[in-house]
């Protein structure tokens, strides 16, 4: 009876040909935004978002609606909800394999736009 051993996978191996580079497939971008949706969930369930003011300070930018919310006279409690969770780039990122959404640093705009 044959055995399989090192010696005969180093054998196949070595007989292989290289197969070209294949391009890598892409996850569609609703389901980009789905991952990203319930990352977000879970995250706000062990404690609360970083600030949006926080969150500005350290360089990222804000969408338009983060960026309504950051200037608002409220407290930092407020800025730290998960604002994405009501807008409407969410379900349409969501719900579309190429959604029409154009803000600016928006995540799911951008899941959109590659």
Not at 45 to 72: H, K, M, Q, Y
């Amino acid at each position: 009876m044959f055995e399989w051993g090192d010696d005969t996978f180093k054998s196949l191996a070595n007989r292989a040909e290289p197969r070209p580079q294949a391009k890598r497939a892409a996850a569609p971008a609703h389901l980009k935004a789905k991952i990203y949706s319930g990352l977000l969930s879970i995250q706000g369930e062990t404690g609360p978002l970083a600030s949006l003011t926080a969150t500005n300070t350290d360089g990222r930018g804000l969408c338009i609606f983060e960026e309504g919310v950051r200037i608002l006279p409220v407290g930092e409690q407020v800025k730290s909800l998960n604002f994405c969770s009501v807008c409407h780039a969410r379900l349409l990122g969501e719900k579309l394999s190429k959604a029409p959404i154009y803000w600016k640093n928006c995540p799911y705009a951008d899941f959109h736009r590659s």
